[in-house]
């Protein structure tokens, strides 16, 4: 993955800087290849403490971070090239979306901000052995170049026995720990322990209010394995005591209603995740298809199930808007249209053109 990181970045930088944590491969040969100074940095399960000697390698103006498995398309390379001859010199930090995961179409499903390029001078300093984050301030820059994470490794569970070793020393978490610890607890299948974490988390009152967010959504999930039904709607419903009610969670109860057959109460939220604006310049991470085409599926089928067909056809049309080739809506724009031409479907009162019905949609699959 170095190679294709490096390519795409190279042309974009004045110096290349590779910290070696031990690697057994072409990892030091690739990086030569493209000129870069290369520096061992023996891994002392610190992820922060990796990053910061790396910083201070570095000897130009500003300095910007990729992960091996990292890349800038040709459009961001391109906004990339735009914001090094735009960018004033009072910014101390630049932010970047951070397209953590693509549709089949390659379009961005989840997305973050990160403070992407720093100024040197500042020497900002990176905090946290495991999910380390870099702890900046002043005038910030909320850019348009996106940076995507294209992940193929094999499964790890390096950053769990990080955090067991530290447990089993009997070392006191930061609120941002128990977080980090939750998710990986949840991410390998230990679901009550998670629960644990994730609440203990939140009941600190010191999270960033995005990570509380996450953490109701990620407590949900884990109750959802757990078949606790109780506690699903209970942590969807407290991610609204730390911001305005967001539209990744208004999908959720959707969903939860859906799933119980309460179409009307589900046709309420799915709409409301579509509805509801994104915070501007959130540093959040948001899933892009809870708030598009994915309420817009499950109003479809939750049309489908009160037999308003056009309605239904009208939300599914609207998926489709996001993801044309998608299998499950063109199985359902047959289902409908075939419902609609033979006149299965009943006139509604409601006027399916109005903007109130073109704002909204559901799924059938």
């Not at 990796?50 to 130009?60: D, V």
């Not at 300095?63 to 910014?91: C, F, G, N, V």
């Not at 998670?194 to 407590?219: H, P, S, V």
């Not at 109780?230 to 109860?253: A, I, K």
């Amino acid at each position: 993955m170095l190679e294709r990181c490096l390519s795409s970045a190279a042309p974009l930088v004045e110096e290349i800087i590779i910290v070696d944590t031990g690697s057994v491969d072409r990892t030091k040969e690739i990086a030569l290849d493209f000129g870069a100074a290369v520096y061992d940095f023996e891994w002392i399960d610190d992820f922060a403490a990796a990053r910061n000697f790396a910083f201070s390698k570095a000897t130009k103006e500003y300095i910007m971070w990729l992960d091996a498995d990292d890349i800038l398309r040709t459009e961001d390379a391109q906004r990339l090239q735009e914001l090094k001859q735009s960018l004033k010199p009072h910014y101390n930090t630049v932010t970047m979306p951070y397209h953590l995961g693509l549709d089949a179409s390659g379009k961005p499903t989840t997305i973050l901000r990160r403070n992407r390029l720093v100024k040197r001078s500042c020497n900002f300093k990176w905090v946290g052995a495991v999910h380390e984050y870099l702890e900046v301030y002043g005038p910030v820059n909320h850019s348009d170049v996106c940076i995507t994470h294209s992940k193929h490794k094999s499964y790890t569970d390096r950053n769990l026995r990080i955090y067991r070793a530290r447990q089993a020393k009997g070392e006191t978490f930061s609120p941002r720990d128990l977080y980090y610890f939750a998710n990986e607890l949840r991410d390998h299948r230990v679901y009550e322990e998670a629960c644990e974490f994730y609440n203990r988390f939140l009941d600190t009152g010191l999270g960033w209010m995005e990570d509380n967010i996450q953490a109701c959504l990620k407590l949900a999930d884990c109750y959802q394995q757990l078949n606790d039904s109780s506690m699903v709607f209970h942590s969807l419903c407290r991610t609204f005591l730390y911001d305005r009610p967001r539209g990744e969670s208004c999908y959720r109860l959707g969903e939860y209603f859906l799933q119980r057959n309460q179409i009307d109460q589900a046709i309420y939220w799915f709409n409301l995740a579509i509805l509801l604006p994104v915070p501007k310049d959130s540093m959040g991470l948001r899933n892009e298809a809870m708030t598009t085409w994915m309420p817009h599926l499950q109003l479809a089928v939750c049309y489908a199930r009160k037999q308003q067909y056009s309605l239904g056809n009208l939300h599914n049309e609207r998926a489709l808007e996001y993801l044309p080739d998608h299998p499950s809506m063109l199985h359902n724009r047959r289902y409908f249209q075939s419902l609609l031409a033979t006149g299965a479907a009943e006139e509604q009162a409601e006027d399916c053109s109005s903007p109130k019905a073109a704002e909204t949609g559901n799924p059938l699959e």
